[in-house]
């Protein structure tokens, strides 16, 4: 529980597609209290052939990003389904933008730090306009997947259905 909120749950830092409230609401049905923060110590990476980024320790960067408030434990299942094997959540302290408060909360890193794939810096509002419709898409997709009996991962659903994209003549970030 943080100070700043005083709600039960868990607080989590959202650096990427987590950020976007409709992405959030598909996910949880609902859109819990945000505030803005910056992650000190971690650089925001894009992933080749990926529309979502990572983060990972570098030292000397910093990822702004939003700190989802009171999230409860099965919404952290959920999510910590949604981002799959890929990431591990971890605690970390970011700082409040509008405060400058520091505050303890969770947040995924990326589990491979010696990812071949791993280049660049994500741009969240270049995803907003180039990705954000069928990332909405894809996440109801993988919510659908999730019930059947042969439930897919996030990460299979998501193979799949930009898959289909690049087939369509949309390509995916290289």
Do not use: C
Request: no cysteine; aromatic share 10%.
């Amino acid at each position: 529980m943080s100070m700043l909120s005083r709600k039960a749950g868990h607080d989590l830092f959202v650096y990427g597609s987590l950020q976007e409230p409709e992405v959030v609401y598909v996910l949880l049905n609902r859109v819990p209290d945000r505030v803005s923060a910056v992650l000190s110590g971690f650089h925001r990476f894009k992933l080749k052939g990926r529309v979502y980024p990572t983060i990972l320790p570098d030292g000397t960067g910093e990822v702004t990003g939003k700190v989802l408030e009171g999230i409860t434990d099965d919404e952290l299942k959920l999510l910590d389904e949604f981002e799959d094997v890929e990431y591990d959540r971890k605690a970390v302290e970011v700082v409040l933008t509008d405060t400058s408060e520091k505050l303890q909360v969770e947040t995924y890193v990326w589990k491979n730090k010696d990812d071949p794939d791993l280049y660049g810096e994500w741009d969240f509002e270049e995803w907003k306009r180039h990705d954000k419709e069928d990332f909405v898409t894809a996440t109801k997709k993988f919510l659908e997947d999730r019930r059947l009996p042969e439930a897919k991962t996030r990460i299979d659903t998501f193979k799949t259905f930009f898959k289909q994209d690049l087939e369509n003549g949309k390509p995916l970030d290289s």
